[in-house]
């Protein structure tokens, strides 16, 4: 059977919203992997396999050691083999690939695998594909079989994993496998007799009627369907139902169903959507935010200049005017959108939850006012390592939600302890729970639709009548997610809503980063050329440097960049990256060309890795809004060759 990949939009109706950072590669072992039936398998984008579960050693009857030193194209079916490129070209170009695939045990056995695998990004910033398959050889057997005997039909029923039940035409169910109670909880006498709906989710009853009603026509042809199913104890979990119609007596039909628990996978496809969801408008903020950036270069280096002594009073009145013109052109959300898109990143440092929230409290009750009780509620002692300012911006966005959401007051509770070993969660997975403190966030509020649920953490998304940023949760989500945690949103309209946090962990040992050193005040050049199309920046940046001494000439084109370093041979060029005419790289080169030893610095709105990527010893990056001492400390890094 050759590999395929398959592709299929999310089903309706699923309430399950997980948005996490994918499982850290040094974790990916831990108690889900090992303790799950189904195979877990990391391998490049090359087919080398970097891990493994146990299960998946199993099923090809080799030691996991061995398995490891493998490319997955070694254990495919003759049959399969030509087909691999393909699917590894659809895992580069797609970001995800399912579908079935054939391969060889150790003693020649021939295992059919159903896989669904994704790229993802490694703790080492690394893309490798990350998946699960099930060994699904006998079921594909059995399938056959059921035609052939009743007694080896009898024997699969009894000992198949998934529930494999007859329903008919009104829905009853007449006859279920034992897996029905393993799965779910109910004994025989607890649910002979009735209707499967009564055991589908209120949101999904409907669709599942409808379904079973068009299954329930002779001639209708297989179909799935995906909804969610009661447990005993009042949880809810997700079920892939496969249905087939048996034309009985009367020309009625009982419909033969075979229902998969597929709770654990959509809850990581959840997280896998989600991720791949906020990047992609993550790209269309940046693009915005590089605009905003502009702004804020425009006023920077005039306010610094006013602080400057000694100003005389025309530069003070036109820096003023410059500067109340690049307001005008801001808008309120760009420090949100600046916030999203381009993160500061985080300084580590040990932190006590209960001294932090001490210090917290006061802010964040002045928040929420009067009429909203906060109460919070920590086991003692809890050290997580994070950054301080950065954790008090994840909670002032959510407990700020909260309050939102209770405008007539309410209650808030805050409340944290540390996860334990083996523990699970209905709202999504957490691997190693006992490497992270568990925070949780509730209030009182009027909670939110399963609709708004699935959108929660998206960027430019609300749903306030005030016309809110939308940029909070994703501003949180993207701070947890660079902390290396996981969050999670529970609601339910009405009554209130959830939001989980998960950071790690500390010991009270650990030591943060010295802080950086002071940085010179001089710049260590005599003669500048500044090539920016922007005129406020280029002049507030030309006259910072003239306040310094230094000799100043401005370009507003690459053209005029080229010809002006023939007439004023500069030390050094501030070469902007997007110009109207010519790319800045390429003026830098004919720049270069032209003025042999001139040295270039980089600057930009936009995060330029490629910039980065092109640094030596005679050029450099900074990123714009930067402040004169940051300016004077990336010219100063180009000539004794330190880091900026």
Known sequence: MAVQALFRERPAGERYVAAST?????????????????????????????????????????????????????????????????????????????????????????RVWQYRNAVVIDSDGNRIVRGLARDVTEREEALGALRASERQLRSIIENAADIIGMVDASGRLQFHSPSMERLLGYSNEEISGHRFSEFVHEGDVDRANEFFEEQSSPDAPTRTIDFRVRHRDDSWRCFSVVASPVVGSGHSATIIINARDITDRVLLEAQLEQANRLNSLGKLAATVAHEFNNVLMGI????????????????????????????????????????????????????????????????????????????????????????????????????????????????????????????????????????????????????????????????????????????????????????????????????????????????????????????????????????????????GLAELLRDCGVEVHIAGTGAAAIQCCLRFQPDLAVVDIKLPDIDGFEVAKRISAKCPGVKILFASGHRATEAASLQSADSGFIQKPFDIQALIAAMAALYDGSEP
């Open 22 to 110: 994918p499982v850290d590669a040094s974790e990916w072992s831990g108690t889900f992997s090992e303790t799950t039936h189904d195979l877990i398998c990391e391998h490049d984008l090359d087919g080398r396999i970097l891990r493994a579960n146990a299960a998946a050693a199993l099923s090809l009857e080799l030691p996991l050691e061995t398995l490891c030193t493998k490319n997955l194209r070694d254990i495919l079916a003759d049959e399969a083999r030509p087909q691999f490129d393909e699917y590894l070209e659809t895992l580069r170009r797609e970001g995800v690939a399912e579908g079935l695939i054939s391969v060889h045990t150790a003693r020649g056995q021939t």
């Open 300 to 539: 920077q280096p005039f306010a610094d200049l006013i602080k400057r002594p000694g100003v005389p009073p025309e530069t003070i009145a036109k820096s003023a005017r410059h500067i109340t013109s690049s307001i005008v052109r801001g808008k309120r959300v760009a420090l949100d959108i600046l916030r999203f898109t381009n993160p500061a990143t985080p300084s580590f440092e040990p932190v006590d939850v209960a001294e932090w929230w001490r210090q917290l409290a006061p802010e964040m009750q002045a928040s929420v006012g009067n009429n909203v009780s906060v109460n919070a509620s920590f086991s003692s002692p809890l050290t997580i390592l994070a950054d301080a300012a950065q954790l008090s911006q994840i909670f002032s966005n959510l407990i700020n939600n909260a309050r939102d959401a209770m405008p007539d007051g309410g209650r808030l509770s805050v409340s944290a302890r540390h996860g334990r070993a083996g523990e699970s969660f209905p709202f999504g997975l957490v691997s190693n729970p006992e490497r992270f403190v568990f925070f949780t966030v509730e209030d009182s509020g009027r909670g939110m639709s399963e609709n708004v649920l699935q959108h929660v953490f998206e960027p430019l998304f609300t749903t306030k009548p005030n016309g809110g940023t939308g940029l909070g949760l994703s501003v949180a989500h993207q701070v947890v997610i660079a902390h290396g945690g996981h969050i999670f949103a529970e609601s339910t309209l009405g009554a209130g809503s959830k939001f989980h946090v998960f950071l790690p962990a500390a010991e009270v040992d650990d030591v943060a980063e010295n802080p950086p050193p002071a940085l010179d005040a001089m710049p260590p050049c005599d003669r500048v050329l500044i090539v920016d199309d922007e005129p406020f920046i280029a002049e």
